[in-house]
């Protein structure tokens, strides 16, 4: 599998859940498994490089010095996480040159304002900046096979009408593909019965329906939640039992 390729792939397969990963461990053994891609999450390497739990608390040396390390432990696709471009269009470009020299194929840009903040009803920036951090990026690449993807996240402030405006404006601007977050699933059929001019893939977690007409999914850390709630029970383990000692 090819970052040229993997959207044909993912446009034949569209059950296919892209699995996300911020941690070693987890990298490791997702990329012992045969899947088309792997998504550094940025909020996801925040909990386990510096204990946050916000991607905005990220600083984009700390995020590429680990997509460079995981990019050693994997050879297939790797999506790194551009976040809201860690500032302006210029601040973009650079962060995008970083990412793309550490390994990241396929970089996820999102529409939040700077800084980029884990929750679920984000502030979004303005269609204007948004455009000018994907030129940004796309400038500063090298590799002209490194692609690049939007993930909109303002659905609940610009509705349908304005994902449809952002939608049109990155495909002149050269978006490869789009990724919708925090949506609920009438507003994700609605978009599907749409004739977009980009490829359109969505989030997901547990429990979310999949559509037909959505290219892809990418996770948004199932494997980790898994791991954290097995951890929580071992502490608890743990801790049960020296109480029972200190008991005696």
Known sequence: MTKTTLLD???????TIIPASGDGNTFKALSAQSFPAMLLDATLTSRNLIAEDSQGMLTLSEYAKFLRDMRLK???????????GFGN?????????????????ILLLN??????????????????DLIGKLRAAKDSFENPDTRIWI??????????????????YLAKAGADAIAIDHYDGQQLRELTQMKLPLPLLATWQ??????DGITGWLD?????????????????FIKQGGLAYAEK
Not at 74 to 84: F, P, W, Y
Not at 98 to 104: D, F, I, M, Q
Not at 151 to 168: A, C, T
């Open 151 to 168: 993930k909109l996240e303002g659905i609940h402030s610009y509705g349908i009408e304005g994902i449809i405006e952002r939608i049109q």
């Open 111 to 128: 529409d939040q304002t700077y800084p980029a903040h884990t929750t679920a009803k984000p502030l979004t920036t303005t269609p204007e």
């Open 220 to 236: 948004k850390g199932y494997l980790s939640t898994v791991i954290q709630k097995a951890q929580n029970q071992a502490i608890n």
């Open 74 to 84: 994997k050879t297939g696709v790797l999506i790194a996480d551009l976040q809201s």
């Open 9 to 15: 792939y993912l446009d034949n397969r569209p059950e």
């Open 89 to 105: 269009p210029l601040n973009t470009y650079y962060a995008a040159k970083e990412l793309e020299r550490s390994g990241g194929d």
């Open 206 to 211: 547990p429990g979310t329906e999949q559509i």
